[in-house]
Structures are given as structure tokens and as C-alpha cells.
């Protein structure tokens, strides 16, 4: 438009055209007002404040299929609605109306005169006389099938999606448990107890446990985090535990299997993807003389273990120096031995615990942390594996959403001999 | 609940400083991945992550710090970790990085730290 204007000469913007043309052009446009209401893209009506019709096009009455003389005079405006659509006019738009003097876009359902449904967007204002007063109401009628017939598909997709995610929750839920051992296996004289908090039913997470026999008389366990979230996160919890339980059957040293596992993570990911667990291993082996359980714990990278002893004390078993697993070629691997004497309780949990949000709305910056858990075992000693379990699903549920990561849970307890716990 | 994570970059002659602010999780941690080979570090150098406004990091800020770690070295760079904040040198100390980042108290010392390898 501009580059026209400079080649004219720069003559003031406009209109420069001949006038004859002009002329032309609007009776083009608007040869008649009259054919302009009869015949707009829209349907026109006016009403009496009561409502009785007063006047309406000709587009409006054939989208209905009425003759004016059915109309005019003898129905109100609510006489063409469905029986909700009168309900609401009712109720909200004629009252609006009055209150408001205009109402727009309202989606309303006319009647056509063969029973038909047009659904309509309406919009109404009440023309007023000199003196303020009220004299009749204008409403323009606009058809509003696409739109509703896009709402209508976006409905259906929007149950489509709905389907999809309880697909997809159950599809996560489902493959969350085969990352889960069914059930524990019975070690005879300990006193097992699990818990899998999920905190997103959209998303696996990647926590991980087991225990499980190895040669006569020992028992492996387990349990980790791996990093993320999500289908990737889950297949490395998948490798992992089958890594650890087939390494654990070659070599039940905890060192050597976590080392086995570390090698293979490593192979499998690196780069701009590293992934990790962090993981307890412990080798489990009943002390005949002693009662109770001698254990050795290797941990790369853990979150220590909180022994909770049967004289009511409690303390975190650190493993200072272990790393994580899978993203250093050579992560060494800390242990630590402890012997589970009867009445001795051991949790083995991962950081959705400790780095749950805390207080009120459970959104604050507070998280549980380290020294909370340690104050906690200490007001629980001396307990049980059942209970300990019980007790942190408690605690849990008081963090609510809070909990924004999955938590695994593990304990055992040797429990005391019946003759004693009678003395 | 999640802060959002703010990077700010700026050079030296060390090489690049990346100030990581706020909470570096699951949610942001693909921020700093993706700001990796925008860096364009050249053999030598150092990478200092500045993590003196960082109020939380979980596994998923420890997997992006690694991967910030074998970036570096693909590079033929080093890496270093400036102001780590106390909860997060606990997180180290239990996963075991603090002897695989070394650290700094500031990205001042860091830079001062850095010495030319010749590549």
C-alpha cells in the first residue's frame, strides 16, 4: 500500500478515486438496508420485553423452517428454545438481560419447526427510549453448528486421551510390579517387611529391592534408585536387579557384585546420557552361636541403613567412599558389617523418604531429611520389621504430595527367641 | 513446588563459568543437558559450574552434573564445581563424587585454580 501511495505522487491518503465508481461500489454492497436484515448471514429478531416476537428475518426463519405469520406476534423468543435452552434463558440470560442491558455469545439450542436442533450463539441488547426506559430487545442469531460439532470432537477426543492415560497408568502400574519381587522370600528366623510408595501413577519410577536365596545358608538382598524417571529409568531398574541377582550366583562377594553391575551400566550408558543407581547389596548369614544374622552391606552411593537396636538405640550404617553405580569406570565400592543380634531391626529405604517436602501444605522448601529419619528409628527402637514398614507408610501418608519421588522400603528383624521373649 | 532453574554463561580465559541457580531436578535437569554443546569447549580448558544459587539437586541434577563431567572430557577439558551448597556436597559425600568433581569456593578461585595444559 505504501509503495502505491509514493507512485501516485504522494497525494494525502484515500479517497482520490472517481466518484462515480465510488458510488457504484456501495450500491454494490448495500443496494437496500431492508435486503441487508432479511437477508444477513445472521438471524435477526426483535422482541417485546415480554419476550413476544415482534420481528424477525428472513434467514432466521428459514434456518427454523417457520413462516413469519407463525412467528410474529403469537411466540415468545423461549418458544423456540429446547426445554433446557428455556430453562436457562429463564434462569440466567432474561434476567442478565435485564440487569446487564446486553448479553453476548450465549450458546443456546433452537427448535426448528420440524423438531430439528439448531444449536445458535445469541447475543442480545434492549434498545431504550429518550427517556432511559426500555422499549424492545435485539438479538442477533449466529449458527453455530461447526463450532459445535468441534466441540463435539473435541469431547471425544479429549475421552480418547482419558482412555489412553488409564491405559497408560495401568500399562506403568503393571510394569512397575514386574520390577518387584511378588513376594519376599521366607528366610527362615528374620522377620521381613517391603513397602513401594509410587508417587506418580503416570511414571514408573526406578526404585528397586529383592531378597532372594543364594548358597546354602546365605540370603542376597537389595535395594537401589535409579536415577530419572520414566520407561527409560525403568529398563535400567529391570537390568539391574536381573544383573544383581545373576552376579550375585557367581560371586555372593558384595563388592564383586556390585562391581559387576557398575561394569555393566557403564558399558551400556554413557556420554550426554549417563545413567546410575545408587544400591545397598547385602549378604545375609544365620550365626548359629549368636542367634540373629550376620550381615555385610556393600553400598554404592547409598543412602546409609538405619539400625534400630533391640536395647533402643539407633544408628545410620554409613559406608563412607562407596559411588555410585555406572557412570565411573572403576567406582569403589564401600562395605560394612553388622551383626543382626535378636530384637535388631534393619531399614534399608531410598531418598524419596528423606527428600520428601515437609510441613503444612507439604510445598515448602523443608525437606525430611537425614537427621529426622535417625530421630525417627530412634523413637521406634526397639521395633519390628512389620511395624517399622507400618510406621513409615504412616509418615508418608502425613507428607502426602510432598512425596515427590518413588520410595522403597526394606526391613528385617531377627526376632527374639520365644524362650527369651518370655524372661 | 519446583523453582524454576535459571543458567547464566559467561567466559574466561579458563573457559566457560555456567551459573546454575534454582532447583536442578528431574523437571530441569534437560536445561543444562541441552546448554552442554553450546559451550564449545576446546581442549584445555576448564568448565566451572557455578552452583552458588543452587537450592536443589536430586539424582536427576547429580545425572546432568555427570554428564556435564564426560562432556568436559570428551572435550579434552577439565571440569570443576564452584560454591556447592552444603546440602548438595552431603549428596556428593554419599554418592561418592566428591573426589571425582574438584571443587572451589568460589568460580573465582576456580579460574585462579586453572592452570594451561597445553591441551
Known amino acids: ?423 | 513446588m519446583t523453582k524454576h532453574l535459571t543458567l547464566r554463561t559467561r567466559t574466561t580465559t579458563a573457559g566457560p563459568v555456567v551459573e546454575i541457580a534454582g532447583d536442578l531436578d528431574y523437571d530441569t535437569a534437560d536445561k543444562v543437558r541441552a546448554a552442554l554443546p553450546g559451550l564449545g569447549l576446546r581442549p584445555g580448558q576448564q568448565l566451572v559450574l557455578d552452583l552458588a544459587g543452587l537450592s536443589f539437586c536430586d539424582s536427576s541434577g547429580i545425572t546432568v552434573l555427570i554428564a556435564a563431567r564426560n562432556h568436559a572430557l570428551a572435550a579434552g577439558a577439565s571440569i570443576a564445581l564452584a560454591a556447592v551448597p552444603d546440602r548438595v556436597s552431603r549428596i556428593f559425600r554419599i554418592v561418592g563424587l566428591a573426589q571425582v568433581f574438584p571443587t572451589h569456593p568460589t568460580a573465582a578461585a576456580a579460574e585462579a585454580a586453572w592452570r594451561p595444559t597445553g591441551g
Not at chain 1, 509503495?3 to 457504484?24: C, H, L
Not at chain 1, 411466540?75 to 440466567?92: A, I, M, N, Q
Not at chain 1, 431504550?128 to 438479538?139: A, H, K, N, V, W
Open chain 1, 1 to 423: 500500500m505504501c509503495e502505491t501511495n509514493d507512485e501516485e505522487g504522494g497525494g494525502p491518503e484515500g479517497d482520490e478515486g472517481p466518484v462515480d465508481e465510488q458510488a457504484q461500489f456501495s450500491a454494490l454492497l448495500e443496494d437496500s438496508a431492508e435486503d441487508l436484515y432479511e437477508h444477513a448471514p445472521c438471524g435477526y429478531l426483535s422482541t417485546q420485553l415480554d419476550g413476544r416476537i415482534a420481528k424477525i428475518n428472513t434467514t432466521l426463519l428459514d434456518w427454523l423452517g417457520y413462516q413469519r405469520e407463525d412467528l410474529v406476534g403469537r411466540k415468545h423468543f423461549s418458544d423456540l428454545l429446547t426445554v433446557g435452552g428455556r430453562l436457562y434463558h429463564e434462569t440466567h440470560f432474561a434476567p442478565l438481560l435485564r440487569m446487564q442491558g446486553e448479553i453476548n455469545g450465549i450458546a443456546l439450542e433452537l427448535k426448528a419447526a420440524d423438531g430439528a436442533r439448531l444449536p445458535v450463539l445469541v447475543t442480545s441488547t434492549v434498545k431504550t427510549g429518550s427517556d432511559g426506559q426500555p422499549l424492545l430487545i435485539r438479538t442477533t442469531v449466529f449458527d453455530a453448528r461447526d463450532r459445535r460439532a468441534y466441540e463435539t470432537e473435541l469431547l471425544r477426543a479429549r475421552r480418547e486421551a482419558d482412555q489412553e492415560r488409564d491405559r497408560l497408568q495401568v500399562l506403568a502400574t503393571t510394569l512397575q510390579q514386574t520390577l518387584l519381587p511378588p513376594a519376599l522370600v521366607d528366610v527362615p528366623g528374620l522377620d521381613v517387611a517391603a513397602h513401594y510408595h509410587i508417587a506418580s501413577v503416570d511414571q514408573v519410577g526406578g526404585d528397586f529391592y529383592d531378597l532372594f536365596p543364594l548358597a546354602a545358608g546365605t540370603w542376597g538382598l537389595f535395594l537401589g534408585d535409579v536415577c530419572g524417571k520414566g520407561a527409560a529409568a525403568a529398563a535400567i531398574t529391570s537390568l539391574a536387579r536381573y544383573t544383581l541377582r545373576a552376579a550375585a550366583v557367581y560371586d555372593p562377594d558384595p563388592v564383586a557384585v556390585l562391581g559387576n553391575l557398575n561394569t555393566v551400566l557403564n558399558h551400556e550408558y554413557n556420554g550426554d546420557d549417563p545413567r546410575f543407581c545408587t544400591v545397598v547389596f547385602g549378604l545375609l548369614t544365620p550365626d548359629p552361636d549368636r542367634g540373629g544374622f550376620h550381615i555385610t552391606l556393600a553400598s554404592g552411593g547409598h543412602p546409609p541403613a538405619l539400625l534400630m537396636r533391640a536395647d533402643g538405640t539407633a544408628d545410620f550404617l554409613p559406608t563412607p567412599g562407596g559411588q555410585l553405580i555406572g557412570v565411573l569406570r572403576d567406582a569403589h565400592i564401600a562395605t560394612t558389617t553388622v551383626h543382626l543380634v535378636p530384637g535388631d531391626t534393619l531399614l534399608l529405604h531410598t531418598d524419596g523418604l528423606t527428600e520428601a517436602h515437609t510441613g503444612p501444605t507439604a510445598g515448602g522448601d523443608d525437606r525430611y531429611g537425614d537427621d529426622a529419619l535417625l530421630d525417627f528409628g530412634r523413637a521406634l527402637a526397639p521395633t519390628t520389621a512389620s511395624s517399622t514398614i507400618s510406621a513409615v507408610r504412616d509418615l508418608l501418608d502425613t507428607f502426602g504430595s510432598g512425596v515427590e519421588d518413588d520410595t522403597a522400603l526394606l526391613a528385617i528383624h531377627a526376632p527374639q527367641p520365644p524362650s527369651e521373649e518370655q524372661q
